[in-house]
């Protein structure tokens, strides 16, 4: 499964894309927002960190407006991704994009129809927001298990399952379980996956041991 990073937070990008785990980033609106950067200067920074699909967000509601910003993101760098909403104008702009060769991911998505609309229209990625559904009181994982199977009863469907609105830990690993293509992570949750506490306890006691076997010599 690829990783990407979901955040828009550059100083995050770098320390996580040192581990050699990360394939790409994801941002939107609000993570570009709370970031308090301009847009394009925050979204070519990252292209320069990560050597991968790096979402960017169109605003517009209707494909003309949603095409027009597209251009200039996609111009931005080659591994430019336009993000845009999983309505009928997104899908319109979506089938246009994706003639033109340029990559995008079809967001919030929150159904299986959804996705198979996203599929139709030649999306690169689809975005189901598990943690949204979890946040009220539905199965976000079965969602993606849905999807996946979905896309696997037509293998000429190319788009990719990015798991996104990730939650904790365990949204990845059940992710990797179906054999979702991607999950987008928030940097938080990366520190999670590394850590496990015997894996801690068990450094302690090899570097302890290494010690006293050095003194005993
Ligand atoms: C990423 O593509 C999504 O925009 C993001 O995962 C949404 O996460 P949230 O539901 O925590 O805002």
Redesign the pocket.
Known sequence: MQIFL?TAEVEDIRTYAAWGVVDGV?T?P?LIAKSGRVFEEVIEEICSIVDGPI?AEVTALDAEGMLAQAEPLAAIHPNVTIKVPLIPEGLKATKVLSGRGIKTNV?LCFSANQALLAAKAGATYV?P?I??LDDRGELGMQLIEDIVQTYRNYPEFSTQVLV???RNADHVRQAALLGADVS?IPPKIMDKMVKHDLTDKGLAAFLKDWESAKTAS
């Open positions: 979901d994801t939107n609000s979402s967001t975005s927001f943690g949204r996104a609105s990730v987008t």
